[in-house]
T-cell receptor
């Protein structure tokens, strides 16, 4: 079974702090994604990566950056957390272009910025 | 821009009632279609998917969905719901030209009462 793990289930940070959210997948997937999930808005794509050191902006990249130094790990960085970044953050992975496009999700990190 | 609409935001049913959740998308080309489910406290998981072939697809736990190309729809159905189907349901579309990106709907929260 594909396993996608996220470093924290719950996180509380102060406004202005730098926040790191970590995601690891164990299936050698090419693609990795970061979403935020908000009530009534569904899942919105923040960033995705289709290869090590490659990244592309999703629909709402402002205020976020990402890092993918190793194939299995994809980090989401909030450079200076703000209260409007309080949300549930979901990481996902998928096999790669031409392969199975089903995305596998981690359990999520509920981030509260105070 | 492509979008996915789920018009039912919150559905309340009694056990044994029939379920149909609507999903419409706005993209004229070839698409792959998905329904994901998120049970309370659990991660998002795939319910069923359509890539090609028979437009009526069957998924886990007795769910099925029908792809109607002329209506740009992919509605989810279950003839008789159970209390354990209480969850949030997300429709997602992958425009085939756009590799592995998924566009999610805003979700439908289903509550089933015994």
């Amino acid at each position: 079974d594909v396993k996608v793990t996220q470093s924290s289930r719950y996180l509380v940070k102060r406004t202005g702090e730098k926040v790191f959210l970590e995601c690891v997948q164990d299936m050698d997937h090419e693609n990795m994604f970061w979403y935020r999930q908000d009530p009534g808005l569904g899942l919105r794509l923040i960033y995705f990566s289709y290869d090590v050191k490659m990244k592309e902006k999703g629909d709402i990249p402002e205020g976020y950056s990402v890092s993918r130094e190793k194939k299995e790990r994809f980090s989401l960085i909030l450079e200076s957390a703000s209260t409007n970044q309080t949300s549930m953050y979901l990481c996902a992975s998928s096999e790669g272009t031409g392969g199975v496009i089903e995305q596998y999700f981690g359990p999520g990190t509920r981030l509260t910025v105070t | 821009a492509q979008s996915v609409s789920q018009h039912n935001h919150h559905v309340i049913l009694s056990e044994a009632a029939s379920l149909e959740l609507g999903c419409n998308y706005s993209y004229g080309g070839t698409v792959n279609l998905f329904w994901y489910v998120q049970y309370p406290g659990q991660h998002l998981q795939l319910l069923l998917k359509y890539f090609s072939g028979d437009p009526l697809v069957k998924g886990i736990k007795g769910f099925e969905a029908e792809f109607i190309k002329s209506k740009f729809s992919f509605n989810l159905r279950k003839p008789s719901v159970q209390w354990s189907d209480t969850a949030e349901y997300f429709c997602a579309v992958n425009p085939v030209y756009n590799t592995d990106k998924l566009i999610f709907g805003t979700g439908t929260r289903l509550q089933v009462f015994p």
